[in-house]
């Protein structure tokens, strides 16, 4: 009896969970282009196919790779609109830098 009081006081100085955690944020949905979509239905159905035919390490491979596709990321780049750059800017980016011999950052010359 006395051990398990013990293990009560014990167990009750522990900290309690929240009662009700805040919601997560829901992860972005990303689509892949249209030709990774259709890569990634090329392997669905082929580990699909495989599965048919009792190949299911084949099949779990197939599965493998189109997730992995499905992982990658999209290939549409953004397009530059050079534009919207000022003279100031091409300045600011036109500096003489060099390289850190400890970490391999670029500094500008001028740094100490």
């Not at 009750?12 to 997560?24: F, G, K, R, T, Y």
Request: charged share 30%; with cysteine.
């Amino acid at each position: 009896m006395l051990l398990l009081d013990a293990f009560n006081k014990d167990r009750a100085s522990l900290p309690q969970p929240l009662p009700n955690p805040p919601p997560l944020a829901p992860l972005p949905v990303v689509t892949p282009d249209p030709r990774t979509q259709e890569m990634i239905n090329e392997k669905l159905k082929k580990a699909e196919d495989l599965g048919e035919q009792g190949m299911v390490d084949e099949a779990q491979k197939a599965l493998e790779e189109a997730e992995a596709l499905k992982k990658l990321p999209s290939r549409q780049e953004p397009v530059l609109d050079s534009s919207k750059y000022t003279a100031a800017d091409v300045r600011i980016t036109d500096q003489k830098l060099r390289v850190c011999d400890i970490c391999g950052a670029f500094l500008s010359v001028y740094d100490r």
